[in-house]
T-cell receptor
C-alpha cells in the first residue's frame, strides 16, 4: 500500500512553539500533499511537494521530502491556537491514477 | 465561486434503510471523487466519476454501494440497506480535470446508522 502514516498520532504544544509532524509512505511517488482538517469539517489543501523537490515553504509552513527514506515532514512555525486541527499527508492512490491515499493523521492541539 | 457543497451534513438512518448523499462540485468542475472517513482514520478513496461516467470504483464496497454523476444535478452516493459499519463521514471532492493535485473537498456528510 502507498498509504502514508503520520507520526505522532497526537501533539500538544503551546502557542508560539513549532510543531513538527512526519509522514512515511511505502512505494515510490511523484508527489505528496498535506491537508488540514478542523474538527467536524472538510479537508483544506495546504501544500504539495513533488518528488524532485526537497523542501517547500508556504507562509509558516515548511515541508520536506526525502524520497530515499520515503518520508516527509510538515513544520508549522510560531503556532497559533487556530492551528489546532488534524493534519494528513496524502499520496497518489495505488490503484487509481486520480485519487489520493490518506494516513490516519496527526491531531495537533495548540494551547494559548 | 461557491465551494463543493454536500448535503445533508448529518444523516441518521436505521439499519436496513437507504442513505442518499449528494455532492455538488465547484462551478466548472466535472470530476468528482468520494471518500469515506471512519472514526480515528484517514480518508479512504471510494469512487471517481465524471459526468455520466464512473471512471474508477476500485474503492467501493462490492455490494449495497453505488454512485452516479448525471448530466444534470449533483453526484449521488447511495447506500442500500445500511448497517452500523457504514457509520462514517463521507467526503466529496471535485476538480476541473482528472488531477489528484487539485481536489477541493466539501464539508462532508456524517452518516449515523442506529
Amino acid at each position: 500500500s502507498q498509504q502514508g502514516e503520520e507520526d505522532p498520532q497526537a501533539l500538544s504544544i503551546q502557542e508560539g512553539e513549532n510543531a513538527t509532524m512526519n509522514c512515511s509512505y511505502k512505494t515510490s511517488i511523484n508527489n505528496l500533499q498535506w491537508y488540514r482538517q478542523n474538527s467536524g469539517r472538510g479537508l483544506v489543501h495546504l501544500i504539495l511537494i513533488r518528488s524532485n523537490e526537497r523542501e517547500k515553504h508556504s507562509g509558516r509552513l515548511r515541508v520536506t521530502l526525502d524520497t530515499s527514506k520515503k518520508s516527509s515532514s510538515l513544520l508549522i512555525t510560531a503556532s497559533r491556537a487556530a492551528d489546532t486541527a488534524s493534519y494528513f499527508c496524502a499520496t497518489p492512490h495505488s490503484n487509481s491514477g486520480y485519487a489520493l491515499n490518506f494516513g490516519k493523521g496527526t491531531s495537533l492541539l495548540v494551547t494559548p | 465561486n461557491a465551494g463543493v457543497m454536500q448535503n445533508p451534513r448529518h444523516l441518521v438512518r436505521r439499519r436496513g434503510q437507504e442513505a442518499r448523499l449528494r455532492c455538488s462540485p465547484m462551478k466548472g468542475h466535472s470530476h468528482v471523487y468520494w471518500y469515506r472517513q471512519l472514526p480515528e482514520e484517514g480518508l479512504k478513496f471510494m469512487v471517481y466519476l465524471q459526468k455520466e461516467n464512473i471512471i474508477d470504483e476500485s474503492g467501493m464496497p462490492k455490494e449495497r454501494f453505488s454512485a452516479e454523476f448525471p448530466k444534470e444535478g449533483p453526484s449521488i452516493l447511495r447506500i442500500q440497506q445500511v448497517v452500523r459499519g457504514d457509520s462514517a463521514a463521507y467526503f466529496c471532492a471535485s476538480s476541473p480535470i482528472g488531477d489528484m493535485e487539485e481536489q477541493y473537498f466539501g464539508p462532508g456528510t456524517r452518516l449515523t446508522v442506529t
